[in-house]
Nanobody
């Protein structure tokens, strides 16, 4: 499985961006797809995850109510709609996917098997 993320850029605070992550390969075997981010000088952190079975989602507290993750199965693409962006959202955003099926939402990096290359989001104040 290969993941290709795009959609990052420079945006002013309170603005919006939509990230996309296209998956290729054995995409039918990806029960979870998610997003992580890494801000300068910080560790990579969980942002959101989409469960393919049922379409349920979960979010980090820092983005809850502002970000929405969704998946288009026909296009093998997962999206991250980011609204009301804040300067502290500035980071490199990575899409991720796993072929493992978990009972709970996977929110740790080591739960994922595949990673995109990252796309930079910069939010100016």
């Amino acid at each position: 499985v290969q993941l290709h993320a795009c959609g990052g850029g420079l945006v002013q605070a309170w603005g919006s961006l939509r990230l996309s992550c296209a998956a290729s390969g054995r995409t039918f075997s990806l029960p979870f797809m998610g997003w992580f981010r890494q801000a300068p000088g910080k560790e990579r952190e969980f942002v959101a995850v989409f469960r393919s079975s049922g379409g349920s989602t979960t979010y980090a507290d820092a983005v809850k109510g502002r970000f929405t993750i969704s998946r288009d199965n026909a296009k093998n693409t997962v999206y991250l709609q980011m609204n009301t962006l804040k300067p502290e959202d500035t980071a490199v955003y990575y899409c991720s996917a796993t072929s493992r099926n978990y009972y709970y939402y996977p929110i740790r990096e080591n739960a994922y098997d595949y990673w995109g290359q990252g796309t930079l989001v910069t939010v100016s104040s």
